[in-house]
């Protein structure tokens, strides 16, 4: 799963997506940045502003994230039925 790093601060704790761990998530769900802007409901440039770091990546992107790729998860462990010997 994709960490993301933890600041703290006085107010309270909020997390941070790098633009490499962006791509790795989006990349391990198997989309691609057009597939995320359009299952996300973004301007299909905003995910390009956080890659090449132009706009940080808000807090609600690794939380959404990180429930995608947990049910990708289950999915895979619960739904799929196993592969036959």
Known sequence: MISCKHHSTKQKATRTMTPDQFTQAIEALGWKQSDF???A???KNTP????TGKT???AW???H???LL???RLHAAY???PKGD
């Open 37 to 39: 802007c359009r299952k």
């Open 41 to 43: 409901g973004l301007d």
């Open 48 to 51: 390009s502003r956080w890659v």
């Open 56 to 58: 940080p990546i808000p």
């Open 61 to 63: 992107v690794p939380k």
């Open 65 to 67: 994230l990180g429930l």
């Open 70 to 72: 947990e049910l990708q």
């Open 79 to 81: 739904l799929v039925p």
